[in-house]
């Protein structure tokens, strides 16, 4: 058994919840952009659907005007926020934390169960840090602080609900 300092392991207990909090969080941004972007599609699906409709004269004018107006916002909104473009970004930066978390959660276990010292366990945290850092600064998106916020509350019960003895 290694020997290992509190504020070793608190480093790596922190940097686990980090990297965790910050794969939920890409991942419920991704969603939000891409519901956003498959709204916008059902949007073009329904303005479309309603100039079919409207030149068979099944729906009245004033109709295809509406659709075409909400179809007209939603393009300048998607062309200029690109939702689409943004879960993408945001699925491949998902990927990239996956593999870290469980890079994290592997030399997690090491420390909680004492088989590795501390200056190893600061090393590769210190690597793994380097390359969040990196992923991370790829993501250029608005930062959704409430959103934020509810994945550090949710990171931490289910992180403390697995290592009871930490949190």
Not at 40 to 51: D, I, N, P, R, T
Not at 75 to 103: C, F, M, N, Q
Not at 119 to 141: F, G, P
């Amino acid at each position: 058994m290694n020997q290992y300092s509190e504020q070793t392991q608190h480093i790596i207990w922190n940097g686990l919840l980090d990297v965790s909090r910050y794969v939920r969080y890409i991942d419920k941004l991704c969603t939000k952009y891409q519901w956003w972007r498959n709204f916008v599609y059902v949007l073009f699906g329904v303005s479309g659907s309603s100039s079919l409709l409207t030149l068979l004269n099944v729906l009245p004018g004033f109709f295809q005007s509406i659709t075409s107006a909400a179809i007209a916002l939603a393009l300048i909104w998607s062309l200029t926020l690109k939702p689409g473009e943004k879960a993408e970004r945001l699925a491949t930066i998902k990927l990239d934390l996956d593999l870290l978390e469980s890079e994290y959660r592997t030399l997690w276990e090491r420390v909680y169960r004492k088989t590795i010292n501390d200056q190893d366990a600061i090393q590769e945290h210190d690597r793994l840090t380097k390359n969040v850092t990196k992923i991370m600064s790829h993501l250029n998106v608005k930062t959704d602080d409430q959103l934020n916020e509810e994945c550090a509350e949710e990171t931490y019960l289910v992180e403390a609900q697995r290592y009871p003895s930490v949190a």
